[in-house]
């Protein structure tokens, strides 16, 4: 299966920004989409963003919008997270994932090991 490996994180300040980057392995055929999640401690994940393999069609969580911007490469086969006017609440483990099949969109089936993304106020 596709290894995902996430990098980027770090600890910034309220306002900073931080780019986010998810090698992956392979785009094997039939890969519908590719983006982000994040995790908080005691919180659920939430989808934070994914982008289309085929289209580059991207959808975004209304939390994220307008701060937050997904890029894919596919010759590279590196997705990334561009996070700017970054506050407290975005503080989570951020985790790259893929989107193989199923009903819902940008519902992942393999994910990376994370990267710890810290926001200061």
Do not use: H
């Not at 992956?24 to 908080?40: E, L, M």
């Not at 939430?46 to 289309?52: D, K, L, N, T, Y």
């Not at 490469?73 to 790259?96: G, R």
Request: charged share 20%; aromatic share 10%.
């Amino acid at each position: 299966q596709v290894q995902l490996v996430e990098s980027g994180g770090g600890s910034v300040q309220s306002g900073g920004s931080l780019r986010l980057s998810c090698a992956a392995s392979a785009f094997t055929p039939g890969y519908r989409a590719i983006g982000w999640f994040r995790q908080a401690p005691g919180k659920e994940r939430e989808g934070v963003s994914c982008i289309s393999i085929s289209d580059k069609s991207t959808d975004y969580a209304d939390s994220v919008k307008g701060r937050f911007t997904i890029s894919l490469d596919n010759i590279k086969k590196m997705v990334y997270l561009q996070m700017n006017s970054l506050q407290p609440e975005d503080t989570a483990v951020y985790y790259c994932g893929v989107d193989v099949d199923g009903t819902k969109w940008c519902e992942y089936e393999y994910w990376g090991q994370g990267t710890q993304v810290t926001v200061s106020s």
